[in-house]
């Protein structure tokens, strides 16, 4: 199934199902966390940088950043959520904060108290070491993205982000929505709106992409892969360790 960014019955459900097989007494303590859903509109925000936060979020649908503002105004997307994700969880031990969550689209969300994961860690070790097991693949793609921007060039940067973003979509097909615009992609990928236009040009000329209108259709997925040297064993989870 195509999570795209819609809704389904649960989506933190629908990710931990990809991950291990779940029991029925799993299933009902995760969906414990999904029982106040919320609306946010595009722009608003779902915490502020340097306040007390006491809740995390599960997403719905729709999408969903972290960003770090600098203080002279520039910005640089730490995340992009897609549904199914936990949003704050990479901040688990901070009391305050160190990014604003943000929402890219219309979407809905479930905040639900931090305290509600001690309860299910207690319960299930199996959920427990599953969370974990996320938190560090949500590790991993920070650090590749830290590689991406600082030893990447432009085309190999956009290359790699559009593979990227196939693959968590978990689309079969080449061909996917995308609604961030190109001043989004440049927050995320360390360079200027104008420079992703030129950017995306560039892989059009290849004969490597098409995009119109946040639609991107990938016409040579491998040549995306050897521009960008995209290695997918960062995005891969292991549901057992020894």
Known sequence: MDLA???VRSCIVHQFERVVDLTEDEVNLLMTLENNEREFQVGEELTRKGKYNKYFY???SGLACAIK?????QRQVLDIFLPGQIIGLQEIGLKNSFTEFRALTRLKA??????????IF???PKLAKIFFTIMAREQAMLIERIVNISRRNAPERLAHFLVEMKMRLGSCACDFHLPINQSLIGDTLG??????SRTLKHLRDLGLIDNKQGHIVITD???LIKLSSFDSGYLETLAEWN
């Open 69 to 73: 503002t600098l203080a002279d105004g």
């Open 110 to 119: 479930h905040p639900f108290p931090k305290q509600s994961l001690t309860k």
């Open 122 to 124: 207690e319960q299930s």
């Open 5 to 7: 960014f819609g809704n």
């Open 191 to 196: 360079i200027s709106s104008v420079h992703v």
């Open 58 to 60: 599960t997403l719905q």
């Open 221 to 223: 997925v491998d040549g």
